[in-house]
């Protein structure tokens, strides 16, 4: 156990709460998308601590077209990790970078099946940058904690979901994780992997971050092109130069000294997801699963590096008007 709490920083996928008893969370999130792109589901497998008599383990279910969800309890003595690899189980439902299996049914919901994982991207670790957080990831006392699994991957497999078999086969997915006491007051998250160019993926989280009585906001920007994954993010300096909120959309410009970026993301269905407050899953945000973005970019002469429209895209704008990090 010694061992594995000293490199726990260094492996931000694998479970992070080993002896955590109160005000905790760690949940994982998996987008599953078929190959028509007719059925989009993400499955978010987590543990949440109030204290020692106020604590469980989790599945939530959201269904990207109906923008139905489902928040499925389980006792916090069903969840267990394995310190060796990325490997969680929630009873007889199992995560990992192979992929998940799910065995759920109660009165609401009756999910079973296996959905496998082949040429995933994974973002590497160094000594300085453990994860996408950078350096960040060494600041204690920070409300919350980000960690990228899977930039995007191939699916094999279906589920059985109230007796209507979903196939997988041929589909995209994504994968990140959040771990600590709550999360961020007020934050902007959009993903994809559905561009027109094949093997493209893109995520961009910017939130109002509190830390030690003050607050200051923060930024997260990975781009997969070409293989190769671009970061932008406060810690490698590159700076938001503007962001515009709509009814139904956002817009945001991120520039460095390479590159700039200008992205448009629309709304669409909105389900309604728990998320953690001091540990508590007791907040209710709206997310889209099913919107699109439009994302270009440029390098310091001008020139268009890539230009794109991404479909099936997550989108979450949380927080009143006033906090949101504009």
């Known amino acids: 156990m010694l061992f594995y709490n000293f490199l726990k920083p260094w492996r931000p996928v694998q479970f992070q709460g080993a002896g955590k008893k109160s005000r905790y969370f760690e949940g994982w999130y998996f987008k599953n998308v078929s190959s028509t792109g007719d059925h989009i589901w993400s499955i978010i497998p987590g543990i949440s601590i109030v204290d020692?008599?106020?604590?469980?383990?989790?599945i939530q279910l959201i269904d990207g077209k109906t923008a139905e969800t489902w928040y499925v309890k389980f006792p916090i003595e069903d969840f267990s990790y394995s310190q060796k690899k990325?490997?969680?189980?929630?009873?007889?439902?199992?995560?990992?970078?192979?992929g998940?299996?799910?065995?759920i049914s109660n009165e609401e919901i009756k999910v079973k099946g296996t959905v496998s994982f082949k040429n995933i991207h994974p973002l590497k670790s160094s000594l300085m940058n453990p994860g996408?957080?950078?350096?960040?990831?060494?600041?204690?006392?920070m409300e919350c904690y980000h960690g990228?699994?899977?930039?995007n991957h191939d699916l094999e497999g279906s589920l059985s979901i109230n007796n209507q078999l979903v196939d997988f086969s041929e589909g995209?997915?994504?994968?990140?994780?959040?771990?600590?006491?709550?999360?961020?007051?007020a934050w902007i998250w959009m993903q994809t992997n559905h561009f027109e160019q094949p093997g493209v993926s893109f995520m961009l989280s910017v939130a109002k971050i509190p830390w030690l009585g003050n607050s200051f906001t923060g930024f997260l920007c990975v781009l997969l092109l070409d293989g190769k994954i671009h970061r932008f993010a406060t810690y490698t300096g590159a700076k938001i130069k503007q962001i515009e909120i709509g009814d139904e959309s956002v817009s945001i410009e991120v520039r460095d000294n390479k590159y700039s970026l200008k992205i448009k993301a629309q709304h669409a269905g909105r389900g309604i997801l728990a998320a953690p407050l001091h540990g508590a899953?007791?907040?209710?945000?709206?997310?889209?699963?099913?919107?699109?973005?439009?994302?270009?970019?440029?390098?310091?002469?001008?020139?268009i590096v890539f230009s794109?429209?991404?479909?099936?895209?997550?989108?979450?704008?949380?927080g009143d008007p006033g906090e949101l990090p504009v």
């Open 172 to 185: 995209k997915g994504y994968s990140e994780k959040d771990w600590g006491h709550s999360m961020p007051s």
């Open 100 to 103: 998940f299996h799910l065995d």
């Open 86 to 98: 990325f490997e969680v189980a929630i009873g007889k439902n199992h995560f990992s970078y192979d």
């Open 132 to 141: 996408i957080m950078g350096w960040y990831s060494f600041v204690p006392f």
């Open 281 to 303: 899953m007791d907040r209710r945000i709206a997310e889209s699963v099913d919107a699109t973005l439009e994302v270009f970019v440029r390098d310091k002469k001008g020139n």
């Open 148 to 151: 990228l699994v899977s930039m």
């Open 308 to 318: 794109g429209k991404g479909k099936n895209a997550g989108l979450e704008l949380v």
């Open 52 to 58: 020692q008599n106020n604590k469980h383990s989790f």
